[in-house]
């Protein structure tokens, strides 16, 4: 045991703060309902029935000017505001499926104005399709996150599964409730990138409890005190490596967003929200519920045993 994690954990006590972190944790995730219920989520053609039209302009190009050859080849049709993504492309999403031919004329129209160069791509979804991916998706996270959390009793105990479940819903939540709040578009990508999260978060949490599964052969838990002092010891232990590892990762991810494409942008983004918020979970949350529900386990040994002892 290092005498700088000793040293740290005498200085700082993270789990004697655990009541700061939850309600921290609490005003995000109510917050982040309130904006769900209110805004909604930006659903994206995978998971709303329509079609996507991605534009490759090849040069300098006006959405105002698209935006107007798209209402004269389809006057009667609702479809968002042509938007601009890097310096040559653009895209728009209609709330149903146009025929083909109705997107090549918006084509051809626009290598009318700005020359050959210009190519389309489009993706279309059925009504009942999205309906589908809506489920599957939802499915998906939910038997990933149950899955990993029943793994994790069996191989260590029950109360670290249950903590660890908490702390992964925690985890998938916030950057659902952050592309809320800041309109971006939910797709495919950020299904594959919230699973992404999910094993990233684990990882952390499962090197933190395991550390504290070795420091318990060699510190004895009689108390609550004690308890609490092996938890905040074996956090200061591993917070080295938790920070290393998540900011490793996350400068990748921040430099995909600048440097990267449109189209794994918003898998980028949910990767920096779900990093920061796993990191935080792992270290602030997850260890601390263990406390809490061993904290209870306890004192209801403590009051078992109580009449026995008189």
């Given at each position: 045991m290092s005498y700088r994690a000793l040293e740290y954990a005498d200085k700082y006590n993270?789990?004697?703060?655990?009541?700061?972190?939850?309600?921290?944790?609490?005003?995000?995730?109510?917050?982040?309902?309130l904006s769900m219920f209110t805004l909604g989520l930006n659903l994206g053609v995978d998971f709303k029935a329509g079609t996507r039209l991605d534009m490759y302009i090849g040069k300098e190009f006006s959405t105002t000017d698209i935006d107007a050859i798209v209402r004269e080849k389809l006057p009667e049709t609702h479809f968002t505001d042509v938007t601009a993504y890097g310096e040559k492309q653009a895209f728009?999403?209609?709330?149903?499926?146009?025929?083909?031919?109705?997107?090549?004329?918006?084509?051809?129209?626009?290598?009318?104005?700005?020359?050959?160069?210009?190519?389309?791509?489009?993706s279309t979804v059925d009504p009942i399709i999205a309906q589908e991916l809506v489920r599957n998706a939802g499915l998906a996270i939910l038997f990933?996150?149950?899955?990993?959390?029943?793994?994790?009793?069996?191989?260590?105990q029950f109360l670290?599964?249950?903590?660890?479940?908490?702390a992964l819903l925690h985890d998938v939540f916030i950057p659902i409730a952050l592309f809320s709040v800041f309109r971006l578009e939910v797709d495919l990508t950020f299904i594959a990138a919230i699973l992404t999260i999910?094993?990233?978060?684990?990882?952390?949490?499962?090197?933190?409890?395991?550390?504290?599964?070795?420091n318990e052969r060699t510190m004895k838990t009689k108390t609550i005190e004690?308890?609490?002092?092996?938890?905040?010891?074996?956090?200061?232990?591993t917070m080295r490596r938790s920070v290393f590892t998540v900011v490793t990762v996350l400068a990748t991810a921040v430099a995909i967003v600048f440097l990267g494409s449109e189209g794994i942008r918003n898998f980028s983004l949910v990767l920096i929200f779900g990093l920061l918020s796993g990191?935080?979970?792992?270290i602030f949350i997850a260890a601390q519920i263990w406390?809490?529900?061993?904290?209870?386990?306890?004192?209801?040994?403590?009051?078992?045993?109580?009449?026995?002892?008189?």
């Open positions: 993270i789990v004697k703060n655990r009541k700061k972190f939850f309600v921290i944790s609490w005003i995000i995730l109510v917050l982040g309902l728009t999403r209609f709330e149903e499926t146009i025929p083909p031919e109705k997107l090549t004329e918006i084509e051809q129209a626009l290598i009318a104005k700005y020359g050959d160069q210009v190519t389309k791509q489009e990933a996150a149950l899955g990993i959390a029943i793994y994790v009793a069996f191989r260590f670290i599964g249950v903590a660890c479940a908490i999910v094993g990233y978060s684990l990882n952390d949490t499962i090197v933190i409890f395991d550390r504290i599964r070795e004690d308890l609490e002092h092996l938890v905040n010891v074996s956090l200061w232990q990191s935080y979970s792992s406390v809490s529900l061993k904290k209870r386990e306890m004192n209801k040994k403590r009051f078992s045993t109580a009449p026995n002892e008189s």
